[in-house]
T-cell receptor, first 116, second 112 residues
Framework: NAGVTQTPKFRVLKTGQSMTLLCAQD?????MYWYRQDPGMGLRLIHYSVGEGTTAKGEVPDGYNVSRLKKQNFLLGLESAAPSQTSVYFC???????????????FGAGTRLSVL | ELKVEQNPLFLSMQEGKNYTIYCNYSTTSDRLYWYRQDPGKSLESLFV?????AVKQEGRLMASLDTKARLSTLHITAAVHDLSATYFCAVDSGGSNYKLTFGKGTLLTVNP
């Protein structure tokens, strides 16, 4: 059981280039999330999805787009990368659950992105 | 807007000592989570606290929730080096989208 898988694990971009980060989960979770982690800032929510075909903005959505065409996949796109988008990106998924498992978010291993 | 504050942000302890990490949040919520992150790794769920007065314990870690004070604590008993990591609390903002707002994290270093 792979859980949440992110690809790629590392990427270096030049300013203005575009790329897509892929998140795949095999737990049949309804909810999926994209975060960025920067030193001293904790995790900040970029976009999220509460089900196939739905997406919504989080705390820091500017410069990013997302799509969830299939329940198991959540894509994060950078159309024109900027140095300010240098960060570690984490994808997570969750389900409503009950009791002690209620909405535990399960995280992928992360993608380390550098924009030069 | 929900704000989550952790303190301290940095904690250096000696093995065998006890200490507490605090997590304060700004709006009503009855769902709070603690996560652990090892350097260069992903986040791992530690505890889920779902009601006022909830207490969860695993090994040398114990978490509690006081929803009236909007405060959760993570207590470390007789620290060991293996507990060195960054600990995050996260609060559910409510509603049906299950968004979490994370604190900035507490970097814990346990020295031999």
């Amino acid at each position: 059981n792979a859980g949440v898988t992110q690809t790629p694990k590392f990427r270096v971009l030049k300013t203005g280039q575009s790329m897509t980060l892929l998140c795949a989960q095999d737990m049949n979770h309804e909810y999926m999330y994209w975060y960025r982690q920067d030193p001293g800032m904790g995790l900040r929510l970029i976009h999220y999805s509460v089900g196939e075909g739905t997406t919504a903005k989080g705390e820091v959505p500017d410069g990013y787009n997302v799509s969830r065409l299939k329940k198991q996949n959540f894509l994060l796109g950078l159309e024109s990368a900027a140095p300010s988008q240098t960060s570690v990106y984490f994808c997570a998924s969750s389900y409503e659950g009950h009791g002690g498992t209620k909405n535990i978010q399960y995280f992928g291993a992360g993608t380390r992105l550098s924009v030069l | 807007e929900l704000k989550v504050e952790q303190n301290p942000l940095f904690l250096s302890m000696q093995e065998g000592k006890n200490y507490t990490i605090y997590c304060n949040y700004s709006t009503t919520s009855d769902r709070l989570y603690w996560y652990r992150q090892d350097p260069g790794k992903s986040l791992e769920s530690l505890f889920v606290l779902l009601s006022n007065g909830a207490v969860k314990q695993e090994g040398r870690l114990m978490a509690s929730l006081d929803t009236k004070a909007r405060l959760s604590t993570l207590h470390i008993t007789a620290a060991v080096h293996d507990l060195s990591a960054t600990y995050f609390c996260a609060v559910d903002s409510g509603g049906s989208n299950y968004k979490l707002t994370f604190g900035k994290g507490t970097l814990l270093t346990v020295n031999p």
